[in-house]
């Protein structure tokens, strides 16, 4: 059997698509950080797409920045200026116009309320303001109850409307604000990642404030590392690693154990269950949430923790929310997850190498196949730099066939190949 000329070359392609591949994988990390939205953010990538030039790092950095600029711009309720202040300072109950960003996470939030039966809700903002927790700062004395009542009559997800073209947002109440902390850092994580995968990088780890978003692997191969806390206040120490490689995935954990005052001699979590108008006051500790995207995972992980461990987890069940929950008994942390985070913890362990290193060796398997395959029935030796595939060429002619030394001289083919390898073994060492 001859192999024709343009399977020759499909042949050699393959194997160096196979080693472009892995090349790529292999890139150097580059990296970007700093402070935004009142906490930190970091960035790490590394490598390019088969055929796609690499983008200078520093203008991946300063893209990175602008992003977030521009979410903090838009979303923040720490700036007079930003499109959420203005809505909230904004008493009509007309369309008011917004950016697409903020019509997109407003429409998101409006979901996982409705699936969450409102524990999830960025109506809340009176009820953030009143614990303290808000712009204002801090208070001393709880909340009375007429106070609380006033505040809770502007809570409800169903008091606020949004529309896609234009894009625009519309409250039903005068009075109604927003505060779109539970869902924004996510919604950012995931302009990162898709800013990244745009221009093409073979695999990045974005988080901000811990929120999380991960693709394709580390610059070795391996999985990127999630560190899951311990939820005792004071205490940084990791309680299990989530590994995660291959297709994009957003991680977002909530918890009571960060963000939390003392009100009127108390120690209050800063999350706020919008149907009682209250601090949670149950024994759940923390709640991590993967996804497909960071925005539905930060989201889900906030609903999940208002509800509390009983409710939390048959909510996540009804949904298919891949959950860990963490919660208190006595001194011991109990933990419940649904099947779809088990899936993905039982998958994690192998998850960078199946992601990265397999459909590289698949290629070079099938290079490898082809080539033995004709080398075995024309019964030559293997030899050359093209591990033989000249032998079996119907054409001399293709510069790929030509790379073998001399035709039908096998034993110096030979030669010349043990030379090669005897010059790549030095080089490497």
């Known amino acids: 059997m001859w192999l024709s000329e343009p399977m020759c070359r499909l042949v050699a392609n393959a194997v160096l698509a196979a080693w472009v591949f892995v090349s790529a994988s292999a890139g150097a990390e580059e990296t970007a950080g700093g402070a935004t939205m009142g906490t930190t953010w970091t960035a790490r990538w590394h490598g390019t797409s088969p055929g796609t030039d690499p983008v200078p790092s520093e203008l991946v950095s300063d893209e990175l920045h602008r992003i977030l600029e521009r979410v903090n711009r838009l979303m923040s309720n720490w700036r007079d200026d930003s499109e959420v202040s203005r809505f909230n300072a904004s008493s009509s109950t007309d369309w008011f116009e917004v950016s697409p960003e903020t019509a997109r ?120 590392r999630i560190g899951i806390e311990q939820p005792v206040a004071g205490l940084r120490r990791v309680r299990s690693v989530l590994s995660l490689g291959g297709p994009r995935r957003g991680v977002a954990t909530s918890g009571d154990y960060r963000n939390r005052r003392t009100v009127a001699g108390r120690v209050v979590s800063h999350t706020l269950d919008p149907r009682s108008g209250r601090p949670i006051e149950h024994t759940l500790a923390a709640v991590t949430v993967v996804a497909a995207d960071c925005m539905t995972a930060d989201a889900w992980a906030t609903a999940l923790m208002v509800l509390g461990p009983e409710r939390g987890l048959a909510v996540a069940k009804k949904h298919r929310v891949a959950a860990l929950l963490l919660s208190r008994e006595g001194t011991a942390i109990r933990e419940q997850s649904t099947d779809e985070y088990r899936a993905i913890e039982s998958e994690s362990a192998g998850g960078g190498w199946w992601g990265t290193w397999l459909p590289a060796m698949v290629l070079v398997g099938l290079a490898v196949a082809g080539l033995s395959a004709g080398v075995l029935l024309r019964g030559r030796a293997l030899v050359g730099s093209c591990g033989g595939l000249a032998l079996i060429c119907r054409s001399r ?33």
């Open 105 to 224: 996470v407003v429409s998101r939030a409006l979901e996982i309320s409705a699936a969450s039966d409102g524990a999830f809700d960025v109506t809340v903002s009176p009820l953030v303001q009143l614990w303290g927790f808000g712009s204002r700062g801090p208070r001393a004395e709880a909340p009375g109850a007429a106070q609380l009542e006033a505040a809770r009559r502007l809570v409800g997800f169903h008091k606020l409307t949004v529309r896609a073209r234009p894009p625009a947002i519309r409250k039903a109440d005068p009075g109604v604000t927003i505060d779109l902390s539970a869902i924004a850092k996510g919604y950012a994580v995931d302009l990162l990642g898709e800013y990244l995968e745009s221009v093409f990088v073979s695999g990045y780890l974005v988080e901000v404030g811990g929120e999380t978003r991960v693709k394709g692997s580390r610059p070795d191969g391996a999985a990127w």
């Open 397 to 429: 002619d293709d510069p790929l066939c030509a790379a073998c030394g001399v035709p039908g001289v096998a034993d110096e083919d030979a030669g010349k190949a043990e030379a090669v390898e005897a010059v790549s073994d030095g080089a490497e060492s």
